[in-house]
C-alpha cells in the first residue's frame, strides 16, 4: 500500500512512502525508479521536500522522522521524540522549520496538557525547539500557512468519544487561534493564499474554513464514503480530493462545483500532490499504485 507522495519544488522527481517500509523516488517523465531509500523499521506514513529540494523528510509508524539527501539517497539525520506512529511532516515554507504529528500517542489522559503530538523541529539543527500540547486525541494531520507563521492540525476523534477537531496556533507564541469540531478529520491543505483551509473527514464532506475567522466557507460534496485526501493546485483554483470510494474529484473553489473524477484505483486513494507547475496531479492509493493525471486534459473531458 502506498501512503504518500510528494513531488520535488522542481517537478522532476516524486517521492512516495509505502508499507514496505521504503521510500521510493521517481522521475516524472520516464515514470522510473530512480532510487530507493531505506531505514524505517515501519510503515512510511509521510514524506515531504524541503523548499530547496535538497532534503526530502519521511515520517514513520517506527515513531521517528528521517531526512535524506535527495541526491546521494544518504540518511543525514533521524529526528526522535514521539511516542507514537508519526502520522505527518510539513516544511515550513521559509525552510526553517520542519512540523511533525503523531498518531497513537501514548496518552496521558489524567493531564492531556502534557500531551506532545505535534513538534516543531530546527532544520539547520535538526534539534526540536517546540512543541504544542493538550490533546488527548490522534492528530492525523498537520499543514503550514504559506507565510509559515500558522500551523493547522487535525485529529480523527475517538479518545473518549470525542470529536475529531481542526486547531490553528501561531507557530512563535505557540498560542491557539481557533478550534473548530467539524468530526474525524483526515487531511489538510491551506490555500495558496493562505486564506482558507481545506479539510477532508469522515462522513464523505470537504470543508473549506476562513483561517481567520473559523468560519466554515463552503462544503463540497460527492464523495459517497470518507474524504482521506485533499491538495490544492498551485493557482488556487482548484482543490483536488481523494476518498475511500477509490476516486479522485476535481473542485472549482471559487463556484463550489465538482469539475471531474478521476476513476483507475481499486481502493482508497491516501493522498495526492499536485506538480509545481499545476498540470499534473499525483495520487497514491492502498491498491499499491501511484498515478499521474493530465489535470488540464481531465477537465476538458468533463465539460
Given at each position: 500500500?502506498?501512503?504518500?507522495?510528494?513531488?520535488?519544488?522542481?517537478?522532476?522527481?516524486?517521492?512516495?512512502?509505502?508499507?514496505?517500509?521504503?521510500?521510493?523516488?521517481?522521475?516524472?517523465?520516464?515514470?522510473?525508479?530512480?532510487?530507493?531509500?531505506?531505514?524505517?523499521?515501519?510503515?512510511?506514513?509521510?514524506?515531504?521536500?524541503?523548499?530547496?529540494?535538497?532534503?526530502?523528510?519521511?515520517?514513520?509508524?517506527?515513531?521517528?522522522?528521517?531526512?535524506?539527501?535527495?541526491?546521494?539517497?544518504?540518511?543525514?539525520?533521524?529526528?526522535?521524540?514521539?511516542?507514537?506512529?508519526?502520522?505527518?511532516?510539513?516544511?515550513?515554507?521559509?525552510?526553517?522549520?520542519?512540523?511533525?504529528?503523531?498518531?497513537?500517542?501514548?496518552?496521558?489522559?489524567?493531564?492531556?496538557?502534557?500531551?506532545?503530538l505535534i513538534r516543531l523541529w530546527d532544520v539547520a539543527t535538526t534539534?526540536?525547539?517546540?512543541?504544542?500540547?493538550?490533546?488527548?486525541?490522534?492528530?492525523?494531520?498537520?499543514?503550514?500557512?504559506?507565510?509559515?507563521?500558522?500551523?493547522?492540525?487535525?485529529?480523527?476523534?475517538?479518545?473518549?468519544?470525542?470529536?475529531?477537531?481542526?486547531?490553528?496556533?501561531?507557530?512563535?507564541?505557540?498560542?491557539?487561534?481557533?478550534?473548530?469540531?467539524?468530526?474525524?478529520?483526515?487531511?489538510?491543505?491551506?490555500?495558496?493564499?493562505?486564506?482558507?483551509?481545506?479539510?477532508?473527514?469522515?462522513?464523505?464532506?470537504?470543508?473549506?474554513?476562513?483561517?481567520?475567522?473559523?468560519?466554515?466557507?463552503?462544503?463540497?460534496?460527492?464523495?459517497?464514503?470518507?474524504?482521506?485526501?485533499?491538495?490544492?493546485?498551485?493557482?488556487?483554483?482548484?482543490?483536488?480530493?481523494?476518498?475511500?470510494?477509490?476516486?479522485?474529484?476535481?473542485?472549482?473553489?471559487?463556484?463550489?462545483?465538482?469539475?471531474?473524477?478521476?476513476?483507475?484505483?481499486?481502493?482508497?486513494?491516501?493522498?495526492?500532490?499536485?506538480?509545481?507547475?499545476?498540470?499534473?496531479?499525483?495520487?497514491?492509493?492502498?491498491?499499491?499504485?501511484?498515478?499521474?493525471?493530465?489535470?488540464?486534459?481531465?477537465?476538458?473531458?468533463?465539460?
Amino acid at each position: 500500500m502506498v501512503g504518500c507522495v510528494a513531488f520535488s519544488p522542481d517537478g522532476k522527481t516524486l517521492a512516495s512512502g509505502s508499507w514496505d517500509k521504503s521510500i521510493k523516488l521517481w522521475d516524472v517523465v520516464t515514470s522510473k525508479e530512480k532510487a530507493t531509500l531505506q531505514g524505517h523499521t515501519d510503515t512510511v506514513s509521510a514524506v515531504a521536500y524541503s523548499p530547496d529540494g535538497k532534503t526530502l523528510a519521511s515520517g514513520s509508524w517506527d515513531k521517528s522522522i528521517k531526512l535524506w539527501d535527495v541526491v546521494t539517497g544518504k540518511e543525514k539525520a533521524t529526528l526522535q521524540g514521539h511516542t507514537g506512529q508519526v502520522s505527518s511532516v510539513a516544511y515550513s515554507p521559509d525552510g526553517k522549520t520542519l512540523a511533525s504529528a503523531s498518531d497513537n500517542e501514548v496518552f496521558n489522559m489524567h493531564s492531556p496538557e502534557d500531551n506532545k503530538l505535534i513538534r516543531l523541529w530546527d532544520v539547520a539543527t535538526t534539534k526540536e525547539w517546540a512543541s504544542f500540547k493538550g490533546w488527548s486525541d490522534y492528530v492525523t494531520c498537520v499543514a503550514y500557512s504559506p507565510d509559515s507563521k500558522t500551523v493547522a492540525s487535525g485529529t480523527r476523534g475517538y479518545v473518549d468519544a470525542k470529536p475529531g477537531d481542526i486547531r490553528l496556533r501561531d507557530v512563535a507564541t505557540g498560542k491557539e487561534r481557533v478550534t473548530r469540531h467539524p468530526g474525524a478529520v483526515f487531511s489538510l491543505a491551506f490555500s495558496p493564499d493562505g486564506k482558507t483551509l481545506a479539510s477532508g473527514r469522515y462522513g464523505q464532506l470537504i470543508e473549506l474554513w476562513d483561517v481567520q475567522t473559523g468560519q466554515e466557507r463552503a462544503t463540497l460534496k460527492g464523495h459517497t464514503y470518507s474524504t482521506l485526501s485533499v491538495a490544492y493546485s498551485p493557482d488556487g483554483r482548484t482543490l483536488a480530493s481523494g476518498g475511500c470510494d477509490m476516486t479522485i474529484k476535481l473542485w472549482d473553489v471559487t463556484m463550489g462545483k465538482e469539475l471531474a473524477t478521476l476513476q483507475g484505483h481499486s481502493s482508497g486513494v491516501s493522498s495526492l500532490a499536485f506538480s509545481p507547475d499545476g498540470k499534473t496531479l499525483a495520487s497514491a492509493s492502498w491498491d499499491s499504485t501511484i498515478r499521474l493525471w493530465d489535470v488540464s486534459a481531465a477537465n476538458k473531458e468533463d465539460k
